[in-house]
Each structure stands twice: as C-alpha cells, then as structure tokens.
C-alpha cells in the first residue's frame, strides 16, 4: 500500500515530494512502517489538493497502463478508496490478532 498504492500514485499526479517507487522496500519495525505509511499518504493527500479543475480532467498517462486514458479525478478517487479498503484490512487483522492473544 505505501509504495504501489500510494507512492507511485503520487508521482502520477506529479506531486514534487520524493515518493517511494515500486521496488521500495518496507523497514521492519512498526514504527518505521508507520512514519513511511504517514509519509506516503502525505505526499499522496497534498499533490491530490493541488489538482484543480484542469489537472482532475487531465489524462492520468501511460503510467497507468490501460487506464491511461482515464481522468486524473478517476485515478483520485480509486486510490482512495483503495486506500480506505486496504486500511480497513490492516485494522481488521489488528483487532483479530488483539482478541487472540
């Protein structure tokens, strides 16, 4: 979710912040994970807040392959709502394993 979710997304929408890239790698310590997951999410929530009318209608670009034709407002709200799904996952399987032990 950091890197493929998130990360490159980023990119696509042309965010100036460094961002991971696909072959990132995700450190071993929760908190590491963390600060990574909150610095993606950064870059992620302030590049799509500076999209106005014109960058949301804008073609999103070969770096969405078979998508690329689609609008930049589309691509938003995908990775949000992967972002939420994927999110609820990883606090599903936090409770689960809170309640197991």
């Known amino acids: 979710m950091i890197a493929g979710v998130l990360g ?3 990119v696509t929408i042309a965010v100036t912040v460094r961002s991971p890239t696909r072959n990132s790698t995700t450190p071993g310590r929760r908190p590491a994970r963390l600060r990574q997951l909150d610095a993606a999410y950064t870059a992620w929530n302030d590049g799509a807040r500076t999209l106005d009318t014109a960058g ?3 073609p999103c670009g070969p ?3 078979a998508f690329a034709h689609y609008p930049v407002a589309t ?3 995908h990775i ?3 972002t939420i799904h ?6 599903l399987l936090r409770d ?3 309640h197991s032990t």
């Open 63 to 65: 770096d969405e392959g």
């Open 8 to 10: 490159i997304r980023a």
């Open 56 to 58: 949301l209608s804008r």
């Open 96 to 98: 689960l394993y809170r």
């Open 80 to 82: 949000n709502r992967e």
């Open 75 to 77: 691509l938003v709200l």
């Open 86 to 91: 994927h999110g609820a996952e990883i606090i």
